[in-house]
């Protein structure tokens, strides 16, 4: 029994096709990452800490409701703080759309680069997908584009890695790019990317290139 259990794992595996799908799940509501961002600002550097949280409220076939919060943030070894969290819309492949009416659109540009927009199909490594992001609020479009590059086990998790860019329209756009590590069934296990001009609403709007790391918890 054993050995056929490890002979059908391995053939899963080795067959090198990942279905990847969103993790939303009212059921099972919440996933957290332990965040790091580093940032130079006028020459000096700069470590804040945090959990991203991502809870789902509801879900349908077009749209999802969940809401986001940043927790225990801590800046430059600051004691942390809890952030009011955040609502907001996302399409079926992952992309977010727009926030609740009460907040400004900055925070769902903030949101935009810390999430992963997934394939239509399964996937295997050397594919390449595109995404076109038209948000609802009215906002600049966003174009993310991925590679699935290798796998990888992470913290006893098989992974895909896949390569990321995305690009916004407009002036003093936010732009970068990265690395996602993503489970056989779609969660996110870590992320990476650096960004430029990525946008803090709660700093005044400042934009600022940062490296943002996300593990998941």
Same mark, same amino acid.
């Given at each position: 029994m054993l050995v056929s259990l490890i002979a059908a794992v391995t053939l899963t595996q080795s067959s090198g096709v990942w279905r990847l799908k969103p993790s939303f799940d009212p059921r099972d509501p919440k996933e957290a990452w332990a965040m790091t961002v580093d940032s130079q600002v006028e020459g000096v550097a700069h470590h804040a800490t945090f959990e991203f949280t991502r809870s789902t409220r509801s879900r349908s076939r077009s749209k999802t409701v969940v809401a986001y919060g940043w927790d225990k943030l801590a800046i430059d070894d600051q004691e942390g703080e809890s952030i009011r969290g955040w609502d907001a819309v996302v399409g079926p492949r992952g992309q977010l759309l727009k926030m609740d009416d009460t907040t400004d659109l900055n925070y769902r540009r903030m949101l935009a680069p810390m999430v992963f927009v997934y394939p239509e199909k399964a996937i295997a490594i050397g594919d390449k997908w595109? $995404?076109? $992001?038209?948000?609802?609020d009215s906002g600049r479009k966003l174009n993310y584009s991925y590679e699935a590059k290798s796998r990888e086990l992470v913290d006893g998790v098989n992974t895909v890695i896949v390569a990321a860019k995305l690009k916004e329209d407009g002036e003093t756009a936010i732009s970068g790019s990265g690395t996602w590590w993503l489970s056989k069934v779609g969660k996110v296990v870590k992320f990476e990317m650096k960004l430029h001009n990525? *946008? *803090?609403p709660m700093a005044g709007n400042d934009v600022t290139d940062v490296v943002l790391r996300g593990k998941a918890l």
């Open positions: 595109s $995404v076109e $992001v038209t948000p609802l990525w *946008i *803090i």
